[in-house]
């Protein structure tokens, strides 16, 4: 199983920065891609920007130019740089991966972190 911790949300003006970090542990095999989900109140969960073990990477249009995200695959762990960021991008952002597990050859299965909230408020 794969446990995903993590942080970096708070509080920030609008047109201000965070940056979150999501460290993957536990026992697999490989983890293919990694990202971030969010769910601002009222709203179903959306996709922010996920990338994939080859460094391919995706982004809701709203957030492309704005948002970067990165990994960094000896420490398991992927990074979401927000910038520029609006009232709009408050929400709680969840770490996503998708991870071979099991023996042998494996099989996909997706794991959530707990949530980490960000909140773009003057």
């Known amino acids: 199983q794969v446990q995903l911790v993590g942080s970096g949300g708070g509080l920030v003006q609008p047109g201000g920065s965070l940056r979150l970090s999501c460290a993957a542990s536990g026992s697999f095999l490989s983890i293919y891609s990694m990202g971030w989900y969010r769910r601002a109140p009222d709203n179903e969960r959306e996709l922010v920007a996920i990338i994939t073990s080859d460094g391919t990477s995706d982004y809701d249009d709203s957030m492309k130019g704005r948002f970067t995200i990165s990994r960094d695959d000896a420490k398991n762990t992927v990074y979401l740089q927000m910038n520029t960021l609006k009232p709009e991008d408050t929400a709680v952002y969840y770490c996503?991966?998708?991870?071979?597990?099991?023996?042998?050859?494996?099989?996909?299965?997706?794991?959530w972190g707990k949530g980490t909230l960000v909140t773009v408020s003057s």
């Open positions: 996503y991966a998708r991870a071979r597990v099991g023996k042998g050859w494996g099989y996909y299965e997706d794991f």
